[in-house]
């Protein structure tokens, strides 16, 4: 009798190194010639023989182990295609400001005893912190601990070479942990009083009733570029839900930019302008909403199909 597929990937579990960083990882059968990865690096995700695009720079390396640690952040586990990878390779990475934070986030979840002192080289030598901050090498990491003690966010010791996290650095994670850990929806869309009815009422309520927080940039107080504040926003999210109603620019530079991590779409539009979409997004299966109540209902549907309950939902 032939093995079932679970009986399959139960028996099939084994050390292998990871295709993307080539450190000692499990790897499970999911699927014919499709594998699900679990890498101390990079985190957990899928691929197969067939769908990958060969890793051959470091750099390469860096961003699709930083790209997979932050769906894993936001509670997905992602299938990496040759396509994925190829555009993952030419994406712009995060700042250095954004990848120390992730560091100090990465601390304040490690290190649970804020009044004892650690070792600088041995948390720069983390695997884990090595993906979550796109860094090569521990050398990379160091610096980011090192502008984290310049911003005193770190404490290091008078004698040197031993950290702990500050006063000032709890704050900051605190900061950064908004969203109280639940993976977020980010919504690109016109910031007009016309659509008011339809955020307060439609993209709002239906992202929180499929269990994820939803994130609209005009509502988030920040420092710096907008730009640079949209596109790291974009990254932290499990998804990206673009209405073109408008026909806005900035919304259109939004869906091909999460389009270019490969993160799942969701294109709505209100009905009335649904004739004014651009012919190359024309094949994609818009969700089109007459009203906010029509628009709640069929977006909470959608994701749910989509993507899945978020973690709020399923507690």
């Not at 090498?137 to 500050?166: K, N, T």
């Not at 294109?267 to 299966?285: K, Q, S, V, Y």
Request: hydrophobic share 40%; proline share 5%; aromatic share 8%.
């Amino acid at each position: 009798m032939d093995e079932s597929l679970e009986d399959l990937a139960a028996s099939q579990t084994i050390t292998h190194p990871c295709p993307i960083c080539s450190m000692e990882a499990q790897r499970q059968v999911i699927g014919p010639q499709t594998y699900m990865f679990y890498c101390p690096r990079c985190g957990t995700f899928a691929g197969g023989s067939a769908t990958w695009l060969k890793v051959e720079t470091p750099d390469h390396m860096v961003r699709l182990s930083g790209w997979v640690r932050e769906q894993n952040a936001a509670g997905g586990h992602p299938m990496i295609t040759a396509e994925t990878s190829r555009r993952l390779a030419q994406m712009r990475l995060p700042g250095l400001r954004e990848r120390a934070g992730r560091a100090l986030q990465f601390i304040s979840e490690k290190i649970l005893e804020i009044d004892r002192w650690y070792p600088i080289d041995g948390i720069a030598a983390e695997a884990e912190l090595l993906g979550r901050t796109y860094s090569i090498e521990p050398a990379a990491a160091g610096v980011l601990l090192r502008l984290l003690i310049e911003e005193r966010l770190l404490d290091e010791a008078s004698s040197g070479g031993m950290v702990h996290i500050s006063i000032r650095g709890l704050l900051a994670v605190e900061e950064l942990g908004a969203t109280g850990g639940q993976p977020q929806g980010f919504v690109a869309m016109w910031f007009d009083a016309a659509l008011s009815d339809a955020w307060i009422n439609g993209f709002d309520p239906a992202i929180r009733a499929a269990g994820y927080v939803p994130m609209r940039i005009d509502n988030k107080e920040y420092l710096g570029g907008i730009s640079d504040e949209i596109i790291a926003e974009i990254r932290r999210s499990r998804f990206v839900v673009v209405d073109y109603t408008g026909q806005r620019n900035n919304v259109y530079f939004e869906a091909g930019f999460a389009l270019g991590l490969g993160l799942p779409i969701i294109p709505t539009c209100r009905a009335d302008e649904a004739t004014n979409l651009g012919f190359d997004i024309r094949h994609m299966n818009t969700l089109t909403w007459s009203s906010p109540e029509d628009l709640a209902i069929k977006l909470n549907n959608r994701i749910q199909a989509v993507i899945g309950a978020g973690p709020a939902l399923k507690e």
